[in-house]
């Protein structure tokens, strides 16, 4: 099986170039120009569009129980969404519950991917507890190839890790050369905050805010970065939302802290008065950290411009909006939290901000894919367009216009966080591996065919 494309604007994180791409079997071997196709191989003429490497989101839940409920895609779902959306790599977020043994969690997680999911994915082993078991467990998940742990400082006896559990995780993941990826909130602080709130009858999505403001996740963050400068381990906080967070993660890169930073397309995009609207519409935007005030957007996109920010991701959490988010009409605090975004990211973030002249192209490729291979150990296997690495790869076409529509989208879920956006651009062939995943914005890949990737530590 090969693949010629031709003719395209050949767009990576250090490069801009017109040439043509060779792909057989499922890596690339051949970029030049005027390549002449075999018999036998598939020529997609690119001419007018931009060709990018498959885009990586490092923060989705598809398997997600939550709340009291499970999110609503699984991999067929989801990793269709993904690949129409020009995603062709997902790394999920493994997250047991405090109950559950971390080794029986990871194989039940992969076990709903295997064989299911239409493109590759590895995951983020979530330690909830750090117990007498743990630290073997964590060895034997390492070892089969995930190279990346996820810890809360918030959700307080669900998924949250107290003070000796995060240092002990966190010098683990030091001595394994494992990076850390952290949901940073001070969990005491919500807590009392949202009795408060409830004791004094504010009930609805608009209390989710006032339940956790900047002050909270700034302090989450702050908490972390001493750890980590403790015990010296490699951190990367996810959902950034918040000028104040920023703050606190900047001043620890700058005393030698090692941190990475994640910004969601939903807070570059969205805001608090989202999840104010009236009529329990606010629900649907509801997520932690929440939406915060727009005048936290300009920082977010000057972060990512500059590189203070490395990534984009979506955190996507599908829960629908007739049955779901209802669980918590009486009490904000049990509206299931999440949004569903993984299928939008790349079109929304080229259209706000390739299209408004906030990101050049290549740093759009940077933020998008590049960085998440590079921090999560898929470098150069993923993330760039290069002679051996994997043929993922997103012809794009920058004339297309439309609209989000939740009547259209591949997600399993009842609405859109971005319904009625417009969008510019969108992918229009999505290939995972040399084979072609997308056409036209609709599926034809095949199911099953998605790749469990195994990282090395100590990259």
Known sequence: MS?????????TADSDFHADIFCEGETITRIAKNLEAPPGAEVIDAAGKLVFPGFIDPHVHIYLPFMGTFSRDDYVSGSKAALVGGTTTLIEMC??????????????????????SACDFTFHMGVTKFDSGTESQLREIVARGNSSFKIFLAYKGAFGIDDTELYQTLKLARELGVIVTAHCENETLIAKRQRELLAAGVTGPEAHHASRPPAVEAEGVHHLMSFAELTGAATYIVHLSCKEALDEAIAARQRGVRVSIETLIQYLLLDKTDAERPD????????????????????????????LVQTVATDHAPFDFATQKPMGRDDFTKIPNGIPSLEERVKLLYTYGVKS??????????????????????????????????????VFDPDYRGSISAATQ????????????QIEGRPSVVTVRGEIAVRDGKFVGTLGRGKYLARPAGH
């Open 3 to 11: 693949l010629l494309i031709k003719n395209g604007r050949v767009v």
């Open 357 to 394: 002249g906030k990101l050049d192209l290549s740093t759009f490729v940077n933020v998008a894919s590049t960085q998440a291979a590079k921090l999560f150990g898929l470098f150069p296997r993923k993330g760039t367009i290069a002679v051996g690495s994997d043929a993922d790869l997103v």
């Open 280 to 307: 329990f519409e606010g629900a649907k935007f509801v997520m932690s950290p929440p939406l915060r005030d727009k005048r936290n957007q300009p920082v977010l996109w000057g972060g990512l411009a500059s590189g």
């Open 410 to 421: 591949a997600m399993a879920v009842d609405y859109s966080a971005f319904e009625g956006w």
């Open 95 to 116: 997250c047991p519950s405090r109950a559950d043994e971390a080794l029986e969690s990871f194989e039940l997680w992969m076990s709903q991917a295997e064989g299911k």
